[in-house]
């Protein structure tokens, strides 16, 4: 098991490339990089990252949802063509970094109407995506989001039966805004999780990044072992929730400590 840092917890601080030269240069063996920006698709600056990141690995690459990312499920052709041509400039990406996930949120859950939805339809929208971030050899991976589609348990067990191939993205944060219990998504994903999102939560109820507040930890790595998982935690934090960068390392080798008790961590 590995565990590491997203260039996440850094934006709006850093650029991305500045964020992911800071996190190789203080020994952080692995990320993942939020790509925060269409421009940031582009080849040449996936090139600049690889020269950015040195030896460190990359997990996973996350883009900002709202992109491209809902009309991957659009039923209007032309939003669907344009989403997927900008689908595999991020998978060109991720296959230059070496990254073998993609962090998904898929569709936006922005208007106050309820969705009901369609699984069957859903899935072949679903399982289309994941095919073509299997030609890269990526993961499609799923993330638990309070705004987006999975934020309740079933969806992942849903879209599983209908895209195989699928895996899983938990964020210990989001699980908590979905008012849902994570250890519910950890049963529901199984082995299926590629990645793991954390934060730290203080007794005043505010975020903090993780070994810093009051979450159990050693509950989340005894579950998460109890599954078999073999993926890669990582810290996504929002940039207020900690002072000095530096504090990230500090928090870095809490966590590493911690996890060493249930993995052997690479």
């Not at 990359?58 to 949802?65: A, F, I, K, P, Q």
């Not at 990254?99 to 369609?118: Q, V, W």
Request: hydrophobic share 35%; proline share 2%.
């Amino acid at each position: 098991m590995k565990v590491g840092i997203s260039t996440a917890s850094l934006f709006l601080d850093l650029n991305t490339e500045d964020a992911t030269e800071f996190l190789a240069k203080n020994n952080v063996g692995v990320c993942e990089i939020f790509l925060t920006a269409r421009s940031e698709y582009e080849k040449s600056f996936a090139e600049e990252l690889v020269k950015r990141k040195g030896n460190m690995l990359v997990n996973s690459v996350h883009t900002l949802t709202t992109q491209f990312e809902p009309q991957l499920y659009s039923k209007n052709p032309r939003a669907y063509e344009d989403a997927f041509n900008t689908l595999t400039t991020v998978l060109e990406t991720a296959k230059i970094l070496g990254a073998k996930n993609y962090t998904f949120h898929g569709y936006a859950r922005i208007k106050k109407t309820p969705i009901k939805i369609d699984y069957d339809t859903c899935g072949d929208f679903t399982n289309k995506i994941a095919e073509k971030c299997a030609e890269y050899g990526v993961n499609l991976s799923y993330e638990t989001v309070h705004w987006c589609y999975y934020n309740y348990i079933g969806f992942f067990r849903e879209m599983k039966k209908r895209c195989p191939i699928l895996k899983g993205t938990l964020d210990i944060k989001q699980a908590r805004q979905s008012d849902i219990f994570y250890g519910d998504f950890i049963t529901e994903m199984g082995k299926d999780i590629s990645t793991v999102h954390i934060t730290d939560i203080g007794s005043d109820g505010k975020m903090c990044l993780p070994g810093f507040g009051t979450f159990d930890f050693d509950e989340m790595f005894s579950r998460l072992k109890d599954v078999g998982f073999n993926g890669t935690v990582l810290t996504e934090a929002y940039r207020n929730d900690f002072c000095n960068r530096e504090e990230l390392f500090t928090s870095l080798q809490i966590i590493k400590e911690k996890a060493s008790k249930y993995f052997e961590i690479e």
